[in-house]
């Protein structure tokens, strides 16, 4: 795993340490049962769907991609540009929807723009660069940020695992998991 990758991972987790911390005591975690549950579940699917849609993201292009040498635009790829980036967007918005208030989302999304917009763009840079009118193309026919709900639809069309892929992820995602259930088991003990 890239040092980058490696470093943003670790800021995102710690922003999201200190807005928990801060956020139980400054603004006291309450809500309803049913919702609080709705949530957990909900939050809980869509860490498991992210991490499974990098994990797919992350093993069609080392598959497919030669090295660096060619273009990924099918799999994962023909619905939208970034889809690791995408999947790690849906980790943390499930993160946030298990152990904070729903507002914490808009203060997510800000960081999540700060670290992955001149990401994307620098690594826009460098594709265009290596595969010029091929990449203009791609752009053209695929979402940069959100996949169109379309495609969603038929999601099982693009997106694959395989056992290797999946064990190669597969510490970092029980982590993550088991991090956020034992948060949560600690703010209803609290």
């Not at 709705?38 to 797919?56: E, K, Q, W, Y």
């Not at 540009?81 to 729903?102: A, H, Q, S």
Request: with cysteine; proline share 4%; hydrophobic share 50%.
């Amino acid at each position: 795993m890239k040092i980058r990758i490696k470093i943003q991972g670790a800021l995102m987790f710690l922003g999201l340490g200190a807005v928990i911390l801060l956020s139980n005591s400054v603004f006291p975690h309450q809500r309803q049962i049913f919702l609080d549950v709705t949530l957990n579940a909900v939050g809980m699917g869509l860490i498991l769907f992210g991490f499974l849609f990098r994990i797919s993201a992350r093993g069609y292009k080392e598959e497919k991609s030669s090295n660096g040498n060619a273009l990924v635009k099918d799999g994962p790829y023909a619905i939208i540009r970034n889809p690791m980036y995408f999947g790690t967007f849906i980790i943390g918005t499930g993160v946030v929807m298990m152990l904070l208030e729903l507002w914490f989302f808009f203060l997510f999304g800000i960081i999540f723009l700060l670290i992955y917009i001149p990401q994307t763009k620098k690594e826009e840079k460098a594709l265009l660069e290596r595969f010029g009118q091929e990449y203009k193309e791609y752009c053209k026919l695929t979402p940069k940020y959100f996949p169109r709900f379309d495609y969603l639809l038929r999601l099982n069309k693009y997106v694959s695992l395989k056992d290797f892929w999946v064990k190669k992820e597969i510490v970092p995602m029980i982590t993550a998991i088991v991090v956020v259930i034992l948060i949560e088991i600690w703010e209803h003990i609290r």
